[in-house]
């Protein structure tokens, strides 16, 4: 499973989409534009992200940025897992 695939899968259970009627891709926006995403949202994301790949986000390092699509947030993690 890639790490795109696995991002995916988080956004998906965290947030409980319905992949079925919004498919996802890196383009899918999702703070601001997704009811599901709120700050605790965010939250649980950035824990499941540490959980999965075994890394350490710290505070400094979180913004809106990472949160403004998938590709982002897979963008992010390969960042993280690359360091």
Avoid: C, W, Y
């Amino acid at each position: 499973m890639t790490i795109s695939d696995q991002v995916e899968r988080i956004l998906v259970e965290v947030l409980d989409l319905d992949t079925a009627a919004m498919p996802l891709t890196a383009a899918t926006p999702l703070a601001g534009h997704l009811p599901e995403f709120d700050s605790m949202a965010a939250v649980a994301i950035l824990t499941a992200l540490e959980d999965q790949f075994q890394i350490i986000i710290d505070d400094d390092e979180i913004d809106a940025s990472i949160f403004e699509n998938v590709g982002s947030v897979v963008a992010f993690v390969m960042r993280k897992t690359t360091t």
